[in-house]
T-cell receptor, first 109, second 115 residues
Framework: QKEVEQNSGPLSVPEGAIASLNCTYSDRGSQSFFWYRQYSGKSPELIMS????GDKEDGRFTAQLNKASQYVSLLIRDSQPSDSATYLCAVAYGQNFVFGPGTRLSVLP | DAGVIQSPRHEVTEMGQEVTLRCKPISGHNSLFWYRQTMMRGLELLIYFNNNVPIDDSGMPEDRFSAKMPNASFSTLKIQPSEPRDSAVYFCASSEPGQGDYGYTFGSGTRLTVV
């Protein structure tokens, strides 16, 4: 059984702080990892992908991957109230994505 | 690009009725996925197609559910007969050839309520 785990939250951070979201996965064969953002009542939106160990930065977002520890994280710098959403970690097994349950982030003004 | 288009956006139906959800993938995307999202179970893959051929339907919960993709620009997910436990948001997503590495694009979803 391929599993993806996340803390459900809610994770509350003050505006301007760094939000750290974590994800672990069960299958070492995974090669591709994604973070999706989902606003309430909306569909998931791809915000980051990462394939190699290390960090990948895109604007205020940094994805981190450690395949040995089977761990993926997403850092959001200078958090804004508009970042308040549920963040879904997804692990690709071929074309099939397994999604984690999501972490609800609340950025407080 | 209009993105992945799903219809209807909302559907309320009575238990026992047939429900048909529709999806138009992004032009040029050859893979199409149907997901169901609930509070209890999160996002679950129901079935996916490559080049209009069903590849993995192991997530389809039971025989009441069926999906078709008669051509590259259209897919349906049918529930017959519907039950209250089928109430969920159903998402369709598509991706480009070999694009497991690049993520899916989701449609806006169909919120199904079975009463």
């Amino acid at each position: 059984q391929k599993e993806v785990e996340q803390n459900s939250g809610p994770l509350s951070v003050p505006e301007g702080a760094i939000a750290s979201l974590n994800c672990t996965y069960s299958d070492r064969g995974s090669q591709s990892f994604f973070w999706y953002r989902q606003y309430s009542g909306k569909s998931p939106e791809l915000i980051m992908s990462i394939y190699s160990n290390g960090d990948k930065e895109d604007g205020r977002f940094t994805a981190q991957l450690n395949k040995a520890s089977q761990y993926v994280s997403l850092l959001i710098r200078d958090s804004q109230p508009s970042d308040s959403a549920t963040y879904l970690c997804a692990v690709a097994y071929g074309q099939n994505f397994v999604f984690g349950p999501g972490t609800r982030l609340s950025v407080l003004p | 690009d209009a993105g992945v288009i799903q219809s209807p956006r909302h559907e309320v139906t009575e238990m026992g009725q047939e429900v048909t959800l529709r999806c138009k993938p992004i032009s040029g995307h050859n893979s199409l996925f149907w997901y169901r999202q609930t509070m209890m179970r999160g996002l679950e893959l129901l079935i996916y197609f490559n080049n209009n051929v069903p590849i993995d339907d192991s997530g389809m919960p039971e025989d009441r559910f069926s999906a078709k993709m008669p051509n590259a620009s259209f897919s349906t997910l049918k529930i017959q007969p519907s039950e209250p436990r089928d109430s969920a948001v159903y998402f369709c997503a598509s991706s480009e050839p070999g694009q497991g590495d690049y993520g899916y694009t989701f449609g806006s979803g169909t919120r199904l309520t079975v009463v």
